[in-house]
């Protein structure tokens, strides 16, 4: 029966209802039927880009969603403080710059479903947000020092963060609150603050987060340092005087000779030594940098057999004249050589010395001893420089040169940036700013800062590349063909 249909109904009809179904179908996916339905984004946020710009996204509509009473929904209307509107199309669409703000100027943004042949329905606002005053006053990134580390399980670890603006120069922000969290291993000492203490509690890896938002102009930047957490060796050393690898000579610690600004010691094979060096007193030195500094020397760290005085000095800098020195040794302090330039700060200078009370000059260690200089951190900031631009830098002879940049780590402890450094061997030590950040000592790369390209850019780059890709094997095949290679 099935089969002789189309003798006994007419083909006219069959068609029609074929084409009644098909207007059914039409009518079922149209949005005309389904007027107001989910007309209205959703999720409004605002952000500022400069000064006088303001990125504000938002939830697309649901496809198919008109404005009540007009047409399907094709555009979005968007402004801040009702000033004039921007439309961009596409329903699809979730994202619109406003420009020509006004600097330091509190903005409430909105967003309307449109259609192009209507006025837009109802809207979603986002949360007021301010122009900054300048890019140096605008959040750009963040800084988290050190960005890894290796700590022992027990002990700990200052971790600091430091905002910088969006300027070229990348201008120190403060009164901004870091929010910091962890995944892994450990725990901090708190949650907000410019810098916390990290504590290792088991082997393995931590993930800490520095997070900081800007609220008056909706940015959040974050960055993360990467901790790894071990379990120390057992401790084989032996004690003092029972040790074959110590000598017999230990020499007595040189006499400073009224030197306030220096620190002295013994080191040998089973004893290491710490020396803390104090900060000039006020009004004994020309900057306004007062350093104070430590050099802690490892256990089995000087070679077996041997023994040292040790002696760590700050010695004023008085403007490239001769300094007279406590042991054996004569320095000029010259602007330093190789483009690095000095911060205000005093030289740390630290020697080895035999019995006799001779200087004894390259000494290796076996392990590498812990270097810090310490700065307050006003003077830091109020001279423009960037902390995360200063590095300790070492030279044999500060006269000459050349200086070194050793790999240096800061926080902030008690009010004051502290730089630490490892070094194997001994000379003097000198807070610098980094060859990249000094105008006029050579080329310098601008930063790029957080801009990347846009997918737009990507895809027509990644185009370019297959074509000419497509390009460069038709033309060898054709040249292999020619050749009778093929």
Do not use: H
């Amino acid at each position: 029966m099935l089969g002789s249909v189309g003798s006994v109904v007419p083909k006219r009809w069959i068609l029609g209802i074929f084409a009644l179904g098909m207007i059914a179908i039409m009518v079922a996916t149209s949005a005309s039927p389904w007027a107001e339905a989910a007309a209205v984004p959703t999720s409004v946020t605002s952000t500022a880009l400069s000064p006088t710009s303001i990125q504000v996204d938002w939830t697309p509509s649901d496809l198919g969603s008109t404005v009540p009473g007009s047409g399907v929904v094709d555009a979005y209307s968007v402004e801040c403080n009702a000033g004039t509107p921007v439309v961009v199309t596409g329903i699809g669409t979730s994202t619109a710059t406003i420009t020509g703000l006004t600097a330091n100027t509190a903005y409430v943004c909105t967003v309307k479903a449109s259609s192009t042949s209507t006025l837009p329905g109802s809207g979603v606002s986002a949360a007021s947000i301010t122009t900054p005053v300048s890019l140096a006053t605008q959040l750009g990134s963040v800084v988290i020092s050190p960005a890894s580390a290796s700590v022992q399980v027990g002990g700990g670890q200052v971790i600091s963060g430091s905002s910088k603006g969006a300027d070229t120069g990348k201008t120190a922000i403060t009164g901004l609150t870091v929010n910091w969290s962890i995944t892994g291993n450990g725990s901090l000492s708190a949650t907000t603050g410019n810098s916390v203490t990290y504590t290792a509690t088991s082997a393995g890896s931590a993930a800490i987060t520095a997070s900081v938002t800007q609220a008056a102009t909706g940015i959040t930047k974050t960055i993360v340092a990467n901790i790894t957490n071990f379990t120390p060796p057992a401790d084989t050393s032996t004690p003092q005087g029972s040790d074959p690898s110590d000598p017999t000579d230990v020499p007595t610690p040189p006499s400073l000779g009224g030197n306030t600004q220096a620190s002295t010691g013994v080191v040998q094979p089973s004893q290491g030594a710490t020396l803390a060096v104090p900060a000039p007193a006020a009004g004994n030195t020309k900057f306004n940098f007062p350093t104070s500094g430590t050099v802690a020397i490892p256990v089995n760290a000087v070679p077996s057999g041997s023994a040292f005085a040790v002696i760590a000095e700050l010695i004023p800098r008085t403007g490239g004249t001769t300094v007279a020195p406590t042991l054996v040794r004569q320095e000029s302090f010259v602007p330093l050589p190789g483009g690095v330039v000095a911060v205000d700060a005093e030289p740390l200078t630290v020697q080895f010395a035999n019995s006799a009370g001779t200087e004894v000059k390259g000494v290796t260690l076996n392990a590498p001893a812990d270097i810090s200089l310490s700065v307050p951190t006003g003077n830091i900031i109020n001279s423009g420089r960037d902390a995360a631009s200063v590095a300790i830098y070492k030279a044999s002879d500060p006269s000459v040169g050349p200086w070194s940049e050793l790999t240096t780590s800061f926080s902030i402890v008690g009010g004051q940036y502290k730089f630490q450094a490892n070094t194997s061997n001994f000379s003097t030590f000198i807070l610098g700013s980094k060859t990249r950040e000094v105008g006029g000592a050579g080329a310098v790369l601008p930063s790029a800062g957080d801009i990347a390209p846009t997918t737009t850019q990507a895809i027509l780059v990644t185009t370019m590349g297959l074509l000419l890709v497509v390009g460069g094997g038709a033309y060898i095949r054709r040249q292999r063909k020619a050749a009778g290679t093929e």
